[in-house]
Each structure stands twice: as structure tokens, then as C-alpha cells.
């Protein structure tokens, strides 16, 4: 299967090309932003897919830490999210990744995840399925409420043990004594150099290894099973959604140009245009936070 085989490409990776050879996608029109058109198709849709991005986590103040928000005190992002740097000075990488967890741990979830939860729970009982396929690592969806989620990048509330690898939900705040009031990104804060049987631990059948955030690295592949998981909701969805993603980052920037290859209709939502959006029946400009609610709620058609 086509994802499987992408599910080698490392987390991060940026590719030059915007094009997408083969099927209807290479005579694609240009994007409409009819919403009563879209909230039609919408109507009849039975099976929708919502793949979403950083732009949905910024919607609650979650920074995106790319541009200015790419520096954590002197060190780039992608820099301390690496196997290697953990492996080098987990205590540095723990740090970064408290900071981020503690910032995710005191937002609320947007409009955004909140329309989309609402829609999936409305559309259940009327035996219509919504999937959530998301690149955000902050679990605000699931604190909306969103049941069926993909995190195909992780969550920053799981851990990970190095040893015996049992993953856990863990949204302990914070989450080792070691940790507290640590982790301020300001550029001349020294390291806390934690010594590393001080750093979270894992509690299951007294193995005590080393935790880890359950999160993809840059240059670790992403979960296979997860990606057999989004092929099949891919395969399925007679309607998708692109939510908040600048479609730069694979394997996740080729989903929606998958489904739109089989004719199927794609609509992006998102503050500009993206590399993909000449290949999508919608577009909708603006904060997806304003444009993505009144798309999402209650067709006049619905029977409850």
C-alpha cells in the first residue's frame, strides 16, 4: 500500500515538488469558496476524514515553533526532537519537551476542535462516521472530545519507555519532581543538567527505564499501524477535510491530494493558500477557527 511505503519517509521531511501525476488532479479547476455548495456535499457525505495542523493547536494559543516561535533558548526545534540529541542529554530534551507539554496542558480546546467533535458525536447517531486525522501533537482533540482520533505524529501526553517500550497517557503536571518550574525558554537560561534516574521513569512491572514523550522524532519513521489505520479512512471517505496545515510536511501533505485523485471532494481550510490547494475542489481563506464551525454544523437536511 502507498502509505505502508511512506510510513519509511522520516518525520519532517520537505519536499520541493508540488505536483501529483496521474488522475483528475492534473486537470483540477481552480478552488471554489462556495460554503452553500460545500455545506451540500456535506449533507450527503457519509464517511468524512478531517486531517488537521498546526494552525488548528495555534487556534488555542499553542505555538507552532516554526518562525519565531522556532528557538527554544538557543537551540533550534528540530534540533532537541531528534533520537540522537535525547540520547546525547535527555535532560535538555525533557526540558524542551516539559515546556511544551506544560504550554498544551494550560490551553483550552478552539472552536475548531469543538465543531469538529460536535459534528462527529451528531453525525454517529445518524450513522455517518467522522475521523480525525491529525499532525497535532498536543491532544487537544480528544479533550474536545473527538473520539476517533489518528495521532500520527504522537501525543507530547504519552510516554514512551526506551527500555521495554510500554506506552502510557500521562498528563501529570509535572510530570517528575525533577521537572517542576523547569524548562523556560528565555535564551540565557542555563540547563538544569537533571541526572537522568531523576528524569520520569517508567513504573510498569518495576522496570524503571527511561521515559521518553511518545512523539516522532525528526528522522524517526512514523507508526506503520497508524498508517494502515489512515489508508483505510482514506480509502473510505467520501468527503475530506484539510484543516489548519500548510501541506509541506509527508507523508501527511499527500493525503488530501490521495483522495482528491479519486474524484473524491477535498476541501481546505486554512489562513492562505498551501502547495496543495490547486488540487482541491474547496478552499475556504481565513482563520479556520471563523470559516471551519458554520461548515461543520447542522445541515438544514439533518434528520435527528
Not at 161 to 186: E, F, R, W, Y
Not at 188 to 205: F, M, S, T, W, Y
Not at 227 to 244: A, F, P, Q, R, S
Request: proline letters at 6%; aromatic letters at 6%; one cysteine or more.
Amino acid at each position: 500500500m502507498l502509505l505502508q511505503h511512506r510510513a519509511v519517509i522520516a518525520f519532517g521531511l520537505r519536499m520541493c515538488s508540488t505536483h501529483v501525476t496521474g488522475g483528475p488532479l492534473m486537470e483540477a479547476a481552480r478552488p471554489s469558496s462556495d460554503m452553500y455548495e460545500f455545506r451540500k456535499v456535506f449533507s450527503k457525505a457519509r464517511h468524512i476524514a478531517i486531517i488537521t495542523g498546526a494552525g488548528v493547536g495555534a487556534e488555542s494559543g499553542v505555538p507552532t515553533f516554526r518562525g519565531e516561535n522556532e528557538k527554544w533558548r538557543k537551540w533550534q526545534s528540530q534540533d532537541l526532537a531528534t533520537p540522537e540529541a535525547f540520547s546525547r542529554n535527555p535532560s535538555r530534551v525533557w526540558e524542551f519537551y516539559h515546556y511544551r507539554r506544560e504550554l498544551a496542558l494550560s490551553k483550552k480546546p478552539s472552536a475548531v476542535h469543538l465543531a469538529i467533535a460536535e459534528c462527529e458525536a451528531r453525525l454517529r447517531k445518524q450513522g455517518r462516521s467522522v475521523v480525525v486525522i491529525t499532525q497535532c501533537i498536543d491532544d487537544l482533540h480528544r479533550h474536545a472530545g473527538s473520539k476517533h482520533v489518528l495521532k500520527i505524529h504522537g501525543s507530547l501526553m504519552e510516554t514512551r519507555c526506551v527500555s521495554c517500550t510500554h506506552v502510557t497517557m500521562n498528563k501529570q503536571s509535572p510530570i517528575c519532581a525533577a521537572l517542576k518550574d523547569k524548562g523556560a525558554p528565555g535564551p540565557d537560561i542555563a540547563d538544569a543538567q537533571i541526572p537522568v534516574d531523576k528524569l520520569p521513569r517508567c513504573d510498569d512491572n518495576d522496570c524503571h527505564g527511561l521515559l521518553r514523550p511518545n512523539v516522532v522524532f525528526f528522522g524517526e519513521t512514523l507508526d506503520s499501524h497508524t498508517l494502515t489505520k489512515v489508508e483505510k479512512e482514506l480509502e473510505i471517505c467520501d468527503l475530506c477535510l484539510v484543516v489548519g496545515t500548510s501541506s509541506i510536511v509527508y507523508p501527511a501533505a499527500m493525503f488530501g491530494p490521495r483522495v482528491a485523485s479519486r474524484g473524491v471532494p477535498v476541501a481546505e481550510f486554512n489562513t492562505d493558500t498551501t502547495p496543495k490547494t490547486e488540487y482541491f475542489t474547496y478552499h475556504f481563506q481565513g482563520p479556520c477557527g471563523t470559516t471551519l464551525p458554520p461548515a461543520l454544523t447542522r445541515h438544514e437536511s439533518e434528520v435527528i
